[in-house]
């Protein structure tokens, strides 16, 4: 059984950091995506980056671009998101998701195509 458990997160004024980390147990195959979501009440969750363990390729949403960073540890089975620059319109719940295996179709960061979720975090930015 895959279990994703998030931590980090917080209340950050614009501008600053906050790192967000997800440790996973039970993933059965080599080769994984592991991503980030956000979602804010009201809204669909949105995909904001992703990382195939295979080879360590990124992808990231663009309104994140050059500010947010996905990594994996040398395990694979820890993944963080370090995130600079940090805008109000960052503020949301903040979801680590897993795709195991990883499908063809992981850079487009559909919520559908990940199957275990963690329960998430809460990152708040004031301005």
């Known amino acids: 059984q895959v279990k994703l458990v998030e931590s980090g997160g917080g209340s950050v004024q614009a501008g600053g950091s906050l790192r967000v980390s997800c440790a996973a147990s039970?993933?059965?195959?080599?080769?994984?995506?592991m991503a980030w979501f956000r979602q804010t009440p009201g809204k669909e969750r949105e995909g904001v980056a992703v990382i195939f363990s295979g080879n360590n390729s990124t992808y990231y949403v663009d309104s994140v671009k050059g500010r947010f960073t996905i990594s994996l540890d040398n395990t694979g089975n820890t993944v963080a998101l370090q995130m600079n620059s940090l805008k109000p319109e960052d503020t949301a719940m903040y979801y680590c998701a897993a795709d195991s295996p990883c499908g063809l179709q992981w850079r487009q960061l559909r919520p559908s195509t990940f199957g275990h979720w963690g329960q998430g975090t809460q990152v708040t930015v004031s301005s």
């Open positions: 039970g993933l059965r195959y080599e080769h994984n995506c």
